[in-house]
Structure formats: structure tokens, C-alpha cells
């Protein structure tokens, strides 16, 4: 993949780049639902015959220090299950699909909540409108991004996630008030900033990080609605 910085791209776009972009970006969302379909069908099942295997082992085990022996790969094997899970729906667009953008957003949030502790507040209309499905997925994988860099970078206690839909303009903004870093040029930037910079470029939006150390990190996120992004792209 070029990691060529998006914000300097989205200066020079012409459409065809930007729909090069668009069509990579859906290359890479099948794939991760092939992946996520994969581990689903393939490693999953072959998890729960272990545990099956397992617990048939156990019963039939009269040793106690076996038994306690299994036992302990039995739970360490539940705790696989569980991180395999939590992989699979991160991957998967189906929450998206069958729960759409607010509910899924919303989800994200319980899930952050209930693994780490952080609060998260919400401000979500009841109902986005309908979207375009790349503009959707843009949307989700940026909130699961920026709640992702929460918690592996932020050591934050509560965040915000907002999203306005007006008539012209869609901003999604993730707050956190974290520990914040001192943004570094996009050009240096890790694959997840740069990633949703690229998506965002690819639907003719922008991205900016504001983050001060202990200050913390809040990152918007704005597109054009559907009909200033079918200009911009030169659509009829
Ligand atoms: N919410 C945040 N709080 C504190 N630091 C952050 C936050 N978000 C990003 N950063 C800083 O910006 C850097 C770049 O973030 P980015 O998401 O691009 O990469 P990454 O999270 O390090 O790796 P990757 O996303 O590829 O797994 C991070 O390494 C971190 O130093
Ligand atoms: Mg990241």
C-alpha cells in the first residue's frame, strides 16, 4: 500500500485517484469480512471440538491433578474463544449491516465500557439518514479506530463520540481526556491515523487530530453529503 500521506492527496485528487481509493478501500472491507468469515467457520469450529474433546476428558478422569490440568486448559481456551470472538466482530461488517451506523456505534461503545472501564457519552441523532454504504463504513471504522487508540495510547477515564448530520456536512468527533501526544506531521503517522485520513480523502473529507500531552486528543472528521460528494468526485 502507498503510504502516501492522504491529507497532501486529497489536495491533488482528481477523481479517478479518489476512485481508485474508493475501490481499494472496498477490496480491503471484503477481505476482512472473508478473514473475519474464515476464523468464524474454520478456527472457531475447530475451537469448540477442543472444548468439546475437553470436557469429555474431563469427565472421564478420575486423577484430580488432571483433572485440574484440564481444567486449566479449558479456561484458557474459553479466553481464546472470547479474544477470537471479540476479532471476528471487529472485523466483520455485519454489525454495521444488521444493526447500521447508530446502533453499531452504540455497540462499540458498550463493548469499550465493558472491557476497559472507560465511560464513553454518546451524541448520535436517533437516525443518520440513509448514507452511502462507503460513507457508512468510513464512519464506523473510524469511531473503532480512534476508541481503539483510546485504549491502547490514551490511559483516558471517559471519551465522547459525536456525530452531526446537517444538510451539507456529516462531523464525527472522538474526544478523549487522556494523556494527548504531540501530533507529529501526517507523513508520520501510524497506520490507523493515515488509514482514516485515506478513507476520509476517498470520500472527498478531511481529517485533523487536535492533542496536547495531558490535555487530551479529540479527532473530527468531516464529509460532504452525498450530493456536494458526487461533485466533488465529477458524478452526474
Ligand atoms: N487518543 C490518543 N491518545 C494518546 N495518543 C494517541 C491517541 N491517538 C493516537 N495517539 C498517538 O498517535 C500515534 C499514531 O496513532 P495511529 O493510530 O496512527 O497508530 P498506532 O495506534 O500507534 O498504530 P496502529 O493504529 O497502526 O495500530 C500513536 O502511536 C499514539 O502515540
Ligand atoms: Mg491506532
Known sequence: ????????????????????????????????????????????????????????LLSDTRSGEQKEKIQESLDLLDRTIEGLRRTIARLSPRVLEELGLIAGIRRQAQLLTRHTGIQASLELPADAGALEHD????????????????????????????????????????????VGFVPRASQQEGFGL????????????SVSVRSQPEKGTRVRITFPTSRDLKRTRGAS
Open 194 to 205: 493515515t488509514g482514516m485520513r485515506e478513507r476520509a480523502a476517498a470520500l472527498g473529507g
Open 1 to 56: 500500500m502507498a503510504g502516501k500521506p492522504a491529507s497532501k492527496a486529497a489536495v491533488v485528487e482528481t477523481p479517478e485517484i479518489s476512485e481508485l481509493s474508493r475501490q481499494l478501500l472496498q477490496a480491503q472491507e471484503a477481505e476482512r469480512g472473508r478473514i473475519s468469515r474464515e476464523l468464524h467457520d474454520e478456527t472457531g469450529q475447530a475451537l469448540m471440538v477442543l472444548r468439546f474433546q475437553l470436557e469429555m
Open 135 to 178: 460513507l457508512e463504513v468510513a464512519l464506523y471504522r473510524s469511531v473503532q479506530e480512534a476508541l481503539q487508540n483510546v485504549v491502547k495510547h490514551a490511559h483516558a477515564r471517559h471519551c465522547t463520540v459525536r456525530l452531526t448530520v446537517t444538510s451539507s456536512r456529516i462531523t464525527l468527533v472522538i474526544e478523549d481526556d487522556g
